[in-house]
């Protein structure tokens, strides 16, 4: 099934892709919380996340069975789920989690949204997408924010002698989260929203346990309320419903509006990261935030004015 060159923006989809966003934005949050205020390591939190998330994705996948069995999934489409939701949902979450442990919120968030960049060069070389003129204005609006946001975080954590090193995870977690949206946008219209994203994540989570059983003991695991209260966050507030909230609105509207409104994200975390853990704000992070809302804001006012013209 051939993607439109240039997908219709629905305004539903712009309203459910930013809230998605927003909520993803909270899981550098709640890592940082519990890293502060527990004694947890990456993978344990992360295996306790896809845990508690898992529930949710078995009932979805039963009621997504059902509501879309007229549709067969191929071999060769299981194949792409399995592997797109190990690269969505494990080894980028796993990256991130890493990275958190010596980077802020803040950055975190700037590196991770390099990832509009890779996924829009991945439609445009691999599978010949043209980008819009709103697109491609909007994409140099949030860049230049976001670079600017950058350079001012980065003049500010420098002296972290594990700087680079949790900069790089992070920014693996980017490359790996691009392949993982656009193969999402690709593969949703062909299976359907609801069983894709539990398929997907259900995937992510056997990834997940298996690394778990490998290199930990659950005995060792320290059941506190702090701990379960945290994981319980980051399995429905930062997993479970911005997950199908972001499937949601790479069907109705494409995988690169999708990139360019999630941009919302660093803007939101940088944010909660000031009020929260009191991480500084600074010039550079005003002027980029700006920016980035300029961009997340002309997709916006497209889709409004798409959605007034259905009516």
Request: glycine content about 8%; charged content about 10%; some cysteine.
């Amino acid at each position: 099934m051939e993607q439109p060159k240039h997908q219709h923006i629905s305004f539903a989809g712009f309203l459910i892709t930013l809230l998605g966003a927003i909520l993803f934005s909270t899981k550098a949050i709640f890592v940082k919380l519990a890293f502060s205020h527990t004694k947890i390591d990456p993978v344990t939190l992360l295996t306790l996340r896809m845990l508690f998330s898992l529930p949710f994705y078995i009932v979805a996948a039963w009621l997504g069975s059902k509501k879309e069995s007229v549709i067969s999934i191929t071999g060769k489409q299981w194949f792409y789920i399995i592997l797109l939701g190990i690269l969505g949902y494990y080894l980028s979450s796993l990256f991130d989690f890493i990275g958190l442990q010596y980077i802020s919120a803040g950055l975190e968030r700037l590196i991770l949204f390099l990832y509009p960049t890779f996924a829009v060069l991945i439609n445009m070389f691999v599978f010949k997408t043209k980008l819009s003129k709103l697109q491609i204005i909007a994409l140099l609006l949030t860049y230049a924010g976001i670079g600017i946001a950058y350079y001012g975080e980065l003049r500010i954590d420098i002296g972290n002698p594990q700087f680079y090193f949790g900069s790089f995870m992070v920014f693996l977690c980017a490359v790996t989260y691009s392949f993982y949206l656009v193969g999402t946008g690709r593969i949703v219209p062909k299976v359907g929203v609801t069983r894709y994203t539990a398929y997907a994540m259900l995937a992510a989570t056997a990834g997940v346990f298996i690394h778990f059983m490998a290199t930990r003991s659950i005995g060792n695991i320290s059941f506190t309320p702090a701990v379960i209260g945290y994981s319980t966050a980051l399995a429905i507030v930062a997993t479970v419903l911005p997950s199908f909230m972001i499937s949601n609105g790479m069907k109705k509207i494409g995988s690169n509006n999708v990139v360019i409104i999630t941009s919302i994200g660093p803007v939101s975390t940088i944010i909660q990261a000031h009020f929260v853990l009191g991480e500084a704000i600074f010039a550079e992070q005003v002027i980029g935030t700006l920016l980035v809302l300029v961009g997340v804001l002309l997709i916006g006012r497209k889709a409004a004015s798409n959605s007034s013209t259905k009516l």
